[in-house]
Nanobody, 125 residues
Framework: QVQLVESGGGLVQAGGSLRLSCVAS????????MGWFRQAPGKEREFIAG????????SYKDSVKGRFTISRDNAKNTVYLQMDSLKPEDTAVYYC??????????????????WGQGTQVTVSS
């Protein structure tokens, strides 16, 4: 049984930082592209960042480039999202997900087959 468990969310002031973690089990972690998504109330789930199986290639939503950094540790079955210079518009539930993509880092949610339960990030102004 595949399980993804996110942690690290919370309440932070604008300009602050948070580091999200997602631990995976029940799968061969290194065989999957990992993605981070977020969903704010009343909005669609959106791609934030993705990382290739090897960790050598990453992709980001334009609005978080230079502020967020995705990384992974295949030995620990864990993917991270370091979030700096947080803004109130970053407030959302953040999800990690797996994709079996072999080459590209997909940005669309349908390309991801396993999802965590989400962790709330709230940025106050």
């Amino acid at each position: 049984q595949v399980q993804l468990v996110e942690s690290g969310g919370g309440l932070v002031q604008a300009g602050g930082s948070l580091r999200l973690s997602c631990v995976a089990s029940g799968l061969t972690f290194s065989a999957y592209v990992m993605g981070w998504f977020r969903q704010a109330p009343g909005k669609e789930r959106e791609f934030i960042a993705g990382i290739h199986r090897s960790g050598l290639s990453t992709s980001y939503k334009d609005s978080v480039k230079g502020r967020f950094t995705i990384s992974r540790d295949n030995a620990k079955n864990t993917v991270y999202l370091q979030m700096d210079s947080l803004k109130p518009e970053d407030t959302a539930v953040y999800y990690c997900a797996t994709s079996p993509s072999r080459v590209t880092i997909p940005m669309g949610p349908p390309a991801y087959d396993n999802w965590g339960q989400g962790t709330q990030v709230t940025v106050s102004s």
